[in-house]
Structure formats: structure tokens, C-alpha cells
Nanobody, 121 residues
Framework: QVQLVESGGGLVQPGGSLTLSCAAS????????MGWYRQAPGNQRELVAR???????NYADSVEGRFTISRDNAKNTVYLQMNSLKAEDTAVYYC???????????????WGKGTLVTVSS
């Protein structure tokens, strides 16, 4: 099993910044894709950004140029630097990882429990 623990959420004013972190632990052999999704009240969960083990990145159009995803493979940690935050960025942010454990044949998807980001004055 793989555990993903997010941190860094909170309340921030419009235009402000926050950095989310997600640390993965468990019997991990490899992790290909790590990423962040978010879900606002009444909305479906949507991709925010993702990064491969080779550091290729993808972003949702709504955050392109404002958010930066990065990862530390040695620490099994993924980060999301969020700048110029807007009210519409308010959501629960979930960490995601495709990981292979020592007992698994293939990579499996894992999710964190989420961290709330509220952008409000």
C-alpha cells in the first residue's frame, strides 16, 4: 500500500500564494505520474497539474502560468506552488500518484485525503 499525505492548505487572500506538499510512503518500488486534482463544492474533481518521473508536466488551462508542479524523487514528494490565487481556485486539493509496490504487478492509482484551499478576502 501507498499512503499520500498532503499539507500546506489554508486560507489566503486573492492574489496570494500557497505551496502544497504531498509525501508518499509505503513499500514503493516506483512512481511514474504524480499530480494534483481539485474539487470545488458542486463540481467534479478535475486535474490541476501532473508530473512524470522524468519531470514532464501538464497543467489545466485555468492554472497555466500561475501554478508550478515539481517533485523530489528521492523524497517521494510532489509540490504545487500556487501564485496569483483567485477565488475560483477555492477547492479541496487531492494528491495523486501512480505507484508500484513490492507486492504489485503493475502500477496502481493512489489518492490522498485532500487539503482545503480557500481563497477569500
Amino acid at each position: 500500500q501507498v499512503q499520500l499525505v498532503e499539507s500546506g492548505g489554508g486560507l489566503v487572500q486573492p492574489g496570494g500564494s500557497l505551496t502544497l506538499s504531498c509525501a508518499a510512503s509505503g513499500s514503493i518500488v516506483s512512481m511514474n505520474i504524480m499530480g494534483w486534482y481539485r474539487q470545488a463544492p458542486g463540481n467534479q474533481r478535475e486535474l490541476v497539474a501532473r508530473i512524470t518521473s522524468g519531470y514532464s508536466t501538464n497543467y489545466a488551462d485555468s492554472v497555466e502560468g500561475r501554478f508550478t508542479i515539481s517533485r523530489d524523487n528521492a523524497k517521494n514528494t510532489v509540490y504545487l506552488q500556487m501564485n496569483s490565487l483567485k477565488a475560483e481556485d477555492t477547492a479541496v486539493y487531492y494528491c495523486y500518484a501512480d505507484a508500484k509496490t513490492i507486492t504489485a504487478v503493475v502500477q496502481m492509482p493512489y489518492w490522498g485525503k485532500g487539503t482545503l484551499v480557500t481563497v477569500s478576502s
